[in-house]
T-cell receptor, first 116, second 108 residues
Framework: DAGVIQSPRHEVTEMGQEVTLRCKPISGHDYLFWYRQTMMRGLELLIYFNNNVPIDDSGMPEDRFSAKMPNASFSTLKIQPSEPRDSAVYFC??????????????FGSGTQLSVL | GQNIDQPTEMTATEGAIVQINCTYQTSGFNGLFWYQQHAGEAPTFLSYNVLDGLEEKGRFSSFLSRSKGYSYLLLKELQMKDSASYLCAVSLGGKLIFGQGTELSVKP
């Protein structure tokens, strides 16, 4: 299996622009997670899906952030408009079943986002 | 709220043993995970504990005490390649909440 695939690997944009991050989870995995990692705040959960349905989006910073999962093999995280404080590494991860059942997360390589 | 605490940094010598502690106060608990993250890379799974006690896996072991809200990761026979960030994470049903991570530096 190719693992979790994220694109792009790096994104540099200007403040105010729209940014779209993409993720393809491991085939057959029921859960998909979006995390953001910064030095100050560590690895923060933004939102997670179960069977393409958003379950918990309490970590989404504000209305500028939105996430979708139109099918089992694709998810997007969109920031509109972007701000310099959004600069971070954004990770997508997937798991076969619930982490509460001991299922581990598999992470993608991440998208390094820089907003100038 | 959720609170997961780990030391920020630790230093150890090649060949030695190091213990990385993690304490947690969370609304719910369905198990505790440890992940390793090398600089510039994604986190990778190391261990999972849901019952009290020690889980051993080669050079790495992880311990859990649910009543104390405490876990540790024990790394034996340290190697230079063990220099990385070690993340403690608590499962709250469907989601995984991470601590800030402990940056471990292994010196020759």
């Amino acid at each position: 299996d190719a693992g979790v695939i994220q694109s792009p690997r790096h994104e540099v944009t200007e403040m105010g622009q729209e940014v779209t991050l993409r993720c393809k989870p491991i085939s057959g995995h029921d859960y998909l997670f979006w995390y953001r990692q910064t030095m100050m705040r560590g690895l923060e959960l933004l939102i997670y899906f179960n069977n393409n349905v958003p379950i918990d989006d309490s970590g989404m910073p504000e209305d500028r952030f939105s996430a979708k999962m139109p099918n089992a093999s694709f998810s997007t995280l969109k920031i509109q408009p972007s701000e310099p404080r959004d600069s971070a590494v954004y990770f997508c991860a997937s798991s076969l079943k619930r982490t509460g059942a001991g299922e581990k997360l598999f992470f993608g390589s991440g998208t390094q986002l820089s907003v100038l | 709220g959720q609170n997961i605490d780990q030391p920020t940094e630790m230093t150890a010598t090649e060949g030695a043993i190091v213990q990385i502690n993690c304490t947690y106060q969370t609304s719910g608990f369905n198990g505790l995970f440890w992940y390793q993250q090398h600089a510039g890379e994604a986190p990778t799974f190391l261990s999972y504990n849901v019952l009290d006690g020690l889980e051993e896996k080669g050079r790495f072991s992880s311990f859990l005490s649910r009543s104390k809200g405490y876990s540790y990761l024990l790394l034996k026979e340290l190697q230079m390649k063990d220099s990385a960030s070690y993340l403690c994470a608590v499962s709250l049903g469907g989601k995984l909440i991470f601590g800030q991570g402990t940056e471990l530096s292994v010196k020759p």
